[in-house]
């Protein structure tokens, strides 16, 4: 197996909802990221994580919760979220933080 | 300050023939280089990785080129297919994790 999964696809949410964005791979890799890309933009790295523990936070603010429950899993908790927030949102994984990343399919967030 | 640029920033080839897309980067410390192809509303794919010591890469039909002198790099796509368009994504490492993103390449092929 050497993909990294995303679920959902697309997600249509309001400011008030509480969702949750989830990221997968079983390629035994101990480093995983979370991107926000924005239309005709190059990802914006959010979070890091390496050997399940949260290695950098890029000032995002705390409407966004990263969450590691093991070494496969990666989730990625929203509360009272912006319109400006919608945006595609890439999930990548990579042997340790020095290695080639490798993204999923990413999850398209609409926040109305 | 760390950056990537990259040129053309978009183009358009008849299916079959060839292009090169341009990446001159300004990171430092320099870790590895890398060219992804990202479909529209898709993750980017990785298609090279090159390290300071290599020079070219291929992938089936791509070809990279670095130069780590004049920091550049070029990305080759030989006998174009329709299904190569897409945006074409230099990207460079520097101090561990971090990446340094270009703005991308679109490439449009048409039959």
Redesign the interface.
Known sequence: DTEVTQTPKHLVMGMTNKKSLKCEQHMGHRAMYWYKQKAKKPPELMFVYSYEKLSINESVPSRFSPECPNSSLLNLHLHALQPEDSALYLCASSQDTTDTQYFGPGTRLTVL | KNQVEQSPQSLIILEGKNCTLQCNYTVSPF?NL?W?KQDT??????LT?MTFSENTKSNGRYTATLDADTKQSSLHITASQLSDSASY?CVV?FN????S????TTVTVRA
Do not use: C, T
């Open positions: 870790s890398r992804y509303g898709r993750g980017p794919v990785s990785i994504i490492s561990d994790y971090k990446l993103f270009g703005a991308g």
